[in-house]
């Protein structure tokens, strides 16, 4: 009899800790993807960005670092020490993001590159033309 609880008991531990563990992975996955950062306040302030402001938070985010001043002038100093070039004539606006192109000179070649800004969690991915 007090084999068959110790199974019982090993059985319902085992249990509760894969339990545990799926909720804890699922979790993590959940917030990975960001949708603990998703908020109708983030998709008003991406709508309401201008044009510059896009590339700023884009040029922020590719350079890993916060630009904090004048836009115009500090920012296109950054492009041109980063050898980055915006494509202005191609930015794209849509209800829930942002799709900016870019180009970027590596190893002495130019390569294109996209910044998209998704609109209800303000985080910036990157994507690179493969095409040409």
């Known amino acids: ?7 019982l008991y090993t059985l319902l531990a085992l249990f509760a800790v894969v339990s545990f ?12 993807v960001g949708e603990f950062d998703k908020s109708p306040e983030n998709l008003m302030t991406c709508q ?3 044009y510059q402001e896009a590339k700023k938070t884009v040029l922020a985010a590719y350079l890993k670092k916060g630009i904090t001043s004048n836009y115009p002038e500090h920012a296109k100093q950054l ?3 980063n050898g980055i070039k915006f494509d202005d004539g191609n930015i794209q606006k849509s209800l829930n993001n942002w799709l900016i192109p870019f180009s970027t000179i590596s190893e002495g070649k130019p390569e294109k590159r996209f910044g998209i800004i998704d609109c209800e969690t303000l985080h910036v991915e990157f994507s690179t033309d493969t095409s040409s």
Request: aromatic content about 20%; cysteine-free.
């Open 21 to 32: 563990i799926i909720v804890f992975i699922f979790i993590i996955a959940f917030y990975r």
């Open 48 to 50: 309401s960005y201008s």
């Open 79 to 81: 492009e041109n020490d």
């Open 1 to 7: 009899m007090n084999i068959k609880k110790t199974v």
